[in-house]
C-alpha cells in the first residue's frame, strides 16, 4: 500500500523539516502545508490502526501519557489559551490526533470547531500563517521534545 503517512515517518518523503518527535509507537509533526495555526500538531501512530479501538495494549496505555506530556509542552511553548485535541480518522490509514493551539487571537476568530476549519481557508487563500512562526515552533518543539520525551 502507498501511504504517504508510512513514507514520512521512514524519512523517505519530503518535509521532514515539519518532524519533530518519533519513538517506538508515535510520531510526532507539525501538520502539513497549507498551515492553519503556527504549532498545528499531529500525533500519529506508527503502524496502520484505525481508531483508538484497534489499539494495541502498548498503544493504549501509551496514549494518555503521550498526549498529555506533548499536549503540556506545546502549551507552554505557544502560549496558547488551551490545547484543541481530536481525532477523526478519515484521511489516513494511521491514527492521527491533531493538537491545535487556540491562541487569544486566531485567524478568522475561529472557535472550536472552526479551528479545524482553518487549514482548508488557508488553502483556500483566505487566511495567511507566518511561516517564520511555524518554522520557530518546529524547531523549539523538536529541541523541547528531545530534551524531554514523552514518557
Ligand atoms: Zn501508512
Redo the contacts with the bound molecule.
Keep these: 500500500?502507498d501511504?504517504?503517512?508510512?513514507?514520512t515517518?521512514a524519512g523517505e518523503s519530503g518535509n521532514r523539516d515539519e518532524a519533530i518527535f518519533d519513538n517506538g509507537l508515535w510520531h510526532v509533526r507539525h501538520g502539513g502545508a497549507p498551515y492553519g495555526v503556527p504549532g498545528w500538531l499531529m500525533l500519529i501512530t506508527k503502524?496502520?490502526v484505525p481508531g483508538p479501538w484497534a489499539f494495541s495494549d502498548e498503544e493504549a496505555q501509551s496514549l494518555g501519557p503521550t498526549i498529555r506530556h506533548v499536549g503540556q509542552i506545546l502549551l507552554e511553548a505557544t502560549g496558547a489559551l488551551r490545547i484543541y485535541t481530536a481525532w477523526m480518522g478519515e484521511s489516513?490509514?494511521?491514527f492521527h490526533a491533531h493538537l491545535v493551539p487556540r491562541y487569544a487571537s486566531m485567524p478568522k476568530d475561529a472557535k472550536a470547531w472552526g479551528a479545524f476549519d482553518l487549514q482548508r481557508a488557508a488553502g483556500a487563500g483566505e487566511i495567511q500563517v507566518d511561516l517564520a512562526e511555524v518554522d520557530r515552533l518546529t524547531k523549539l518543539l523538536r529541541e523541547r521534545l528531545a530534551a524531554s520525551p514523552p514518557p
Excluded: L, N, Q
Design positions: 500500500m501511504c504517504g503517512i508510512c513514507r515517518v503502524r496502520h489516513w490509514p494511521h
